[in-house]
Each structure stands twice: as C-alpha cells, then as structure tokens.
C-alpha cells in the first residue's frame, strides 16, 4: 500500500476558510430563508469587476491567440519580459530592484507555500500569531512542526505574538531564527509596520543570517505617507528578504489569478556544509521544474494595472473598498467595540463584545445578522478575542451589514 504523508495528519480540523464555509452550509441548509440575505464578509475575496484595461488586454490576448502569426504556446516560466519589466519599472525603480530578480505566478498564496521546497529541514521558524494559517499550514505538511497542542500551536515553530499592546507588529525574538513571516499590511489585523520596525528586523535578519518572507499582498491599500510598502525601502533588506506581491487584491485577480515574489540576487542561504548559495538560483530552478507560467492573456493583463488607464481604475477599486472599510470601522467604534485596522489595509480587527469568543462571535453574527465574518481564533490562539471583517463589497452591502451590527450588537 502507498505511503501517504504523515504530516498531514498533524493539521488541525479544516482550513479556516473551508471550515466556515463548512459551518455557513450547514446554517444556510437548515434555514433557507436566511440564505437570501447572507452577506459575506469573512473570506477576503474582492467582488468589483475587473478593471476595464485589463479586460481589453485580456481580450486583445486571446485575439493573438487564434492567429498564428501571434500564437504564444509556452512561455517564460520566470514570466513574460514586458511584465517583469512593468513592475520593475512601476513598483520598485526607486529601490533598485531589476526585472529578473522577479518571477510571476499565479498567486501569492501559492508561493508563500511553495518556497519551502528549497528550504532544508532543521531551520527554526518564526510565525506571528494571529497569521495567516497558510504559512503554517504548510509549514505542518512539509514536516517543519511538530504535533499540535491544545490551543492549536504547533511543536517546533516559534510564535510571535501580536497584541493591541503592541499594536500588532511584534517584538524582535530573543532567540536565533532562521526564517521570519511578516506580513504588512496585515492580514487578519489591518495593522502596519512602521519604517523603524522594519528596520529592526532587517538588522535582526542580517546579524542572525536569517531571511524575511515579506508578504505585501496588500501593498497597494496603504493610505499614509510615512508607512512602508515594500521591505525593500530598508537599507540592507536585499541581502536578507525577499517579498510576494499579488494583482489579487488591488486588480481584482481573485479569479483570474497572477501574483510575483521578488528575490534579490544577493540573498543567500546556506547547504549543510554552510556553503552559501543564491536563493535566487534555487527558486527560479524550482520554478521552471515545477510551474509552466502564468497564461499570456493574463500576463498581458496584468501589464495592464501598471498603464495611465489602469492606474486610475486601480485607485478607484483601492477607494472604494478603503472607503467601506471606513464604514466599517465606524460602526463598530460606534458601539464601544475595540477597532483595528481599515485604515491602510482592507481588513478590520475588532474585539468581542464582553463574554463572547471569536467562533461564538461568528455563530451570532451568522444566525442574528446573517453576516458573516471570520472569527479570531481561525488565525491563531492570539486571536482569540476578535474578529474581522472584509471590506471586499458593494457599498450597498457594506451599509446593510453596517445597519446589522448596530442593530444586532448594539
């Protein structure tokens, strides 16, 4: 008989998004009624349609496509020059970052998991709680963890605890790590690291020989001046980070799916032995073993988000959906809860009414308000206590659930 992956029996129950939707069938199945007015507001997927820009590109695309003069069967597992070069150009000129120090994908989710193929064992891991469960996730099935306890944390990786007592960026560890996940903005908090911060990991980083997997995903939402967007603003983060990008959020690629993680050619890691060895080598040999590249009527649209046309459609979703984070907030500050986030970000954390857990918090939200939100705990023991909307919807909808809360909390 063929052996499985033990490791994966060591994950906890479901993954968290599957595990509410799980729980939100089974409610919508038992009362019909209460099925048409759910409102979504757990998962972050985005509900704009795409930008008109590049859809036409997309469209042009296809068009190359049925004609054999301009058919495109494979291509660059890296990605297609004139998109790396239009985000080198777009999103990185000003910190020195070339195109092929970029790889395209089809999403950040995807190789924030797969970057652990090139990574040996025995490396100690640093994971902020609360997180986003995909780093740990697969970080539990490549074999990186222990067994789980009782609160759901994992043997073997070290926990950096966020709390509204330090504003949800965490403190440097004491102890020698070997990889850090951070995430700015933040999912789930909203919250933001300020450029100090960041430079106090870079330091920590380059004095431990440690590396930074930088998720900026949601880069584009930052509303303030004085707040990084990138790990690579920091003096000295090339040599020790590397960063994972997305179209999901700010182009509205959920569906469609084209995202990018940046490493720079000067980071490095070591072999058992302690020779050192570019990352970058490693990851673009992963690469094109085991991905054929993003499509070209993707690429193509993607290349779109970065014209004059499209950075003004882009601004626009990016306004639209800060602003219902803004309602949002609102609300929530309106009954006395405590509210993070929504500010740069297009998530908002809020704290649990008095006696009431986060999975509770779901339970009622979804059966009194016929909202659903994502509970706290789903993202680790330290976010017990809360919970967090999604700003990804109509305005129309975000005013009803804004009008739920009151009338549901209040």
């Known amino acids: 008989m063929a052996r499985i992956n033990d490791n994966f029996l060591k994950l906890k129950a479901g993954y968290l998004f599957p595990e509410i939707a799980r729980r939100v069938n089974a409610y919508t ?30 469209h042009d695309a296809v068009d190359e496509q049925g004609n054999r003069e301009t058919f495109r ?4 597992e890296q990605g297609y020059d004139f998109l790396r070069e239009a985000i080198a150009e777009n999103q990185f000129k000003e910190v020195g970052i070339s195109a092929d120090e970029i790889f395209i994908s089809d999403g950040s989710k995807c190789d924030t998991g797969n970057i ?63 990889l850090i ?109 085991k991905f054929n590249g993003a499509s070209y009527p993707v690429q193509r649209g993607a290349a779109a988000v970065f014209s004059e046309q499209g950075k003004k459609e882009v601004a626009d979703l990016i306004e639209h959906y800060m602003g219902n984070a803004k309602l949002l907030r609102e609300a929530c500050e309106k009954l006395g809860l405590q509210v993070f986030g929504g500010i740069n970000a297009p998530y908002v954390w809020v704290g649990c009414p008095e006696s009431v857990d986060s999975w509770g918090m779901f339970d009622r939200m979804l059966e009194e308000a016929n909202v659903v939100i994502t509970p706290g705990a789903g993202f680790g023991a330290a976010g017990e206590g809360y919970f967090r909307i999604s700003a990804f919807n109509s305005r129309e909808n975000v005013e009803e659930v804004c009008r739920r809360i009151a009338e549901n909390l209040g």
């Open 73 to 76: 069967g494979y291509g660059p």
């Open 116 to 178: 652990l193929d090139i990574f040996g064992p025995g490396n100690k891991i640093a994971i902020t709680d609360p997180v986003y469960p995909v780093y740990v996730d697969t970080n539990v099935m490549a074999g990186n963890t222990g067994d789980a306890d009782s609160n759901g944390a994992y043997e073997g990786l070290v926990y950096l605890p966020c709390t509204a007592e330090n504003q949800f960026v965490p403190a440097i560890p004491e102890e020698k790590v070997d």
């Open 181 to 289: 996940y951070l995430c700015y903005p933040n999912n789930p908090t909203g919250a933001t690291a300020t450029r100090d911060q960041l430079e106090a990991w870079v330091k920590y980083a380059r004095e431990n020989k440690a590396i930074i997997l930088y998720d900026a995903a949601y880069e584009a939402f930052v509303q303030e001046s004085d707040v990084p967007k990138s790990i690579f603003e920091i003096e000295g983060a090339k040599e020790c980070a590397m960063e994972f990008r997305s179209f999901s959020k700010n182009g509205g690629f959920t569906g469609v799916r084209c995202a990018y993680v940046i490493i720079p050619k000067a980071l490095k890691g070591t072999t058992e032995d302690g020779t050192e060895v570019p990352i970058h080598q490693l990851w673009s040999r992963r690469h094109s073993t």
């Open 29 to 58: 199945t038992a009362n019909p009624d209460a099925a048409k007015k759910l409102i979504r507001c757990g998962i972050g997927d985005v509900t704009e349609p795409l930008p008109e820009s590049v859809r036409q590109a997309m």
